[in-house]
């Protein structure tokens, strides 16, 4: 109960506080590519319901019938304030929206497509989908140069569902069993300090 409390509270101070940057930012999308400024993709969240996440566009439209499901640091399908918006997890910002809506947390599992939640083992697609996803977690922190690495790779989804996918679950179980109110403050001022550095 907490949790949810603190999730709705501080989402909806965040949402009013940054409408004005997220104007401008929405004036930027719009003028370096055509197409809508939020990105919504299906993602698979608690219990295993799917919800379609809100994220500021950084690619092209229609990029995903282009290529991977997954994004590199070269990624041509990246538009020019996508990269910088990608550069400071700024696209991430309005997934504040799926948190008011329920479907997701601060702080918990980040939430996958389908296509890759078919890789998790059974057990334990059953535990990490046994909460709420988040916007951020200790996999994302470690992973913050995920596309980069995939960049240097000349399989990159082979190397996501084998070396790395494997890691992010392991981090994944750890979050849900040591899962607590200071635990996800402690998460959420290591992400803050991780994209200021």
């Known amino acids: 109960m907490l949790k949810r409390t603190f999730d709705l509270f501080c989402s909806l101070v965040g949402l009013v506080f940054l409408s004005p940057f997220f104007l401008v930012v929405a004036l930027l999308i719009k ?15 608690r219990g ?15 990029a995903e019938d282009e290529g991977l499901r997954i994004t590199t640091g070269k990624d041509s399908r990246i538009t020019s304030i996508g990269a910088f918006l990608r550069k400071y997890k700024i696209d991430e910002l309005p997934q504040l929206l799926d948190v008011v809506a329920g479907n997701m947390s601060l702080v918990g599992p980040r939430p996958e497509v389908p296509e890759y939640v078919a890789y998790y083992p059974p057990g334990v697609r059953v535990k990490v989908l046994s909460i709420r996803p988040g916007i951020t977690d200790p996999a994302s922190i470690a992973f913050r140069d995920e596309n980069e690495i995939l960049d240097r790779t000349n399989n990159p989804q082979k190397v996501y569902i ?36």
């Open 31 to 45: 003028r370096d590519s055509p197409g809508p400024v939020f990105f919504r993709q299906e993602r698979v969240g």
């Open 162 to 197: 084998e070396e790395i996918l494997p890691v992010k679950l392991k981090y994944y179980i750890d979050y849900v069993d040591n899962a607590s109110f200071l635990f996800d403050l402690k998460i959420i001022f290591k992400t803050l300090r991780a994209i200021i550095a």
């Open 48 to 62: 295993g319901k799917h919800f379609r996440i809100h994220k500021f566009r950084t690619m092209r439209v229609n």
